[in-house]
């Protein structure tokens, strides 16, 4: 279980970086435009907003990373704490997208399944 852990960590920060990629880097993209549903101006006018969100998804991908770094090198309290710290921000951002935006759900889906999958397995391999 814990294997499967690790691996829908992993998943869910390789998908927030895609996130900070697309929100930071790529806003004003006509892809990323599709993507997130905004027009050429809307993503002109938001651009330094979507920028700073980006690393907001960059920062909890980067700690799901230093967590599973953690496992490697052998320190699994740190690990798991890293883990549910950046994998239950991920999953309740997700649930807050699902609340305030209902027509956002397929984006809060695809952005919060793995991190809680993620945490199920983590907690499922410490009881276990």
């Given at each position: ?6 691996i829908l ?99 809060a ?8 999958l ?11």
């Amino acid at each position: 279980m814990l294997v499967a852990a690790q691996i829908l960590s992993l998943i869910a920060a390789l998908i927030h970086v895609y996130i900070f990629l697309m929100e930071s880097l790529w806003w004003e993209r006509p892809q990323t435009r599709k993507v997130f549903g905004t027009s050429e101006q809307e993503a002109k006018s938001t651009s330094a907003l979507a920028f700073n969100q980006g690393f907001y998804n960059l920062f909890l991908a980067i700690g799901a990373l230093v967590g599973l770094a953690f496992f490697i090198a052998s320190q699994p309290l740190i690990a798991a704490t890293l883990l549910y710290t950046s994998l239950g921000s991920m999953a309740a951002a997700a649930a807050v997208l699902i609340i305030s935006s209902p027509d956002k759900a397929s984006a809060a889906v695809k952005q919060g399944a793995a991190p809680l999958l993620g945490l199920i397995a983590l907690l499922l391999a410490q009881a276990l």
